[in-house]
Nanobody, 127 residues
Framework: QLQLVESGGGLVQAGGSLRLSCTASGGTFSDYAAGWFRQAPGKEREFVASINWYGSDTRYFDSVKGRFTISRDNPKSTVYLQMDSLKPEDTAGYYC????????????????????WGRGTQVTVSS
């Protein structure tokens, strides 16, 4: 299991941008697909985006398509989530996750497919 640590959360006005980072340790990061999930108070955790081990293929939740971009830097063992055009409904705790890659294009969207999780970073978007 990887150890994951998120950073980059904060308070931003609607329409603004934030860049989240998640750095992994304790294993070979390029062996894993990576993803981001979020959870707002009183709501279930939901999928945001995922990326395959190589960084060539991505998947997004419909509500963030065109606004969020996931990327990774394997030599730095880091996955990023660039969030633009933020909306108040994007307010949530954001969690980084990693799942052992089973194929080149593997980029899952179910929480159960990820075995390693970070502790989260808070993103608050004011209107």
């Amino acid at each position: 299991q990887l150890q994951l640590v998120e950073s980059g959360g904060g308070l931003v006005q609607a329409g603004g941008s934030l860049r989240l980072s998640c750095t992994a340790s304790g294993g070979t990061f390029s062996d894993y697909a990576a993803g981001w999930f979020r959870q707002a108070p009183g709501k279930e955790r939901e999928f945001v985006a995922s990326i395959n081990w190589y960084g060539s293929d991505t998947r997004y939740f419909d509500s963030v398509k065109g606004r969020f971009t996931i990327s990774r830097d394997n030599p730095k063992s880091t996955v990023y989530l660039q969030m633009d055009s933020l909306k108040p409904e994007d307010t949530a705790g954001y969690y980084c996750a990693a799942g052992y890659s089973i194929s080149h294009y593997y980029r899952p969207s179910r929480a159960s497919d990820f075995g390693s999780w970070g502790r989260g970073t808070q993103v608050t978007v004011s209107s």
